[in-house]
């Protein structure tokens, strides 16, 4: 009578080899590094983007600050060359936001029979981030 009984392969293994844990941590390690240089780069795009917001904000308070102005006819002598920074008397105040610089520029154009108007153009920099928003407005003689 014959019995059947398994007999294992002399080949057979229980675990991973050297070989296939090194090349596991190789993986491991390049996903890590790439993982950490993208969130490098989320960070600096994020606080690029705050300073933006902060530039862009900023522009547009100066802007209002425009519209509301009721003589025409000062608006060039009044705003054009003038430079606010958060420790000078600026309209709207900037004491909060330190490293911004906001330039106002305004150009008269005529008057004329056929075109009177100002152009303003605000330029708002932040000096840590070196980042930069312009901001134009024309505005019609009234």
Known sequence: MQTNSVVRASGGRSGMTLIEVIIAVMILSGTLIGLSNFTR???HLTNNHDAL??????ATGRME????????STLVS?????TET????????MSQFPG?????????TGPSSTADYVTVTVTVTNTATS??????LVIAAF
């Open 41 to 43: 780069r989320f960070q």
């Open 53 to 58: 917001a902060i530039a862009s904000e900023l």
């Open 65 to 72: 600050v425009l519209k509301l102005h009721r003589t025409y």
């Open 78 to 82: 009044a705003f054009d060359g003038t």
């Open 86 to 93: 958060s420790s000078t008397a600026a309209n709207p105040s």
């Open 100 to 108: 911004y610089t906001r330039t106002t520029a305004a150009v008269r």
């Open 131 to 136: 980042t930069t928003v312009s901001k134009s």
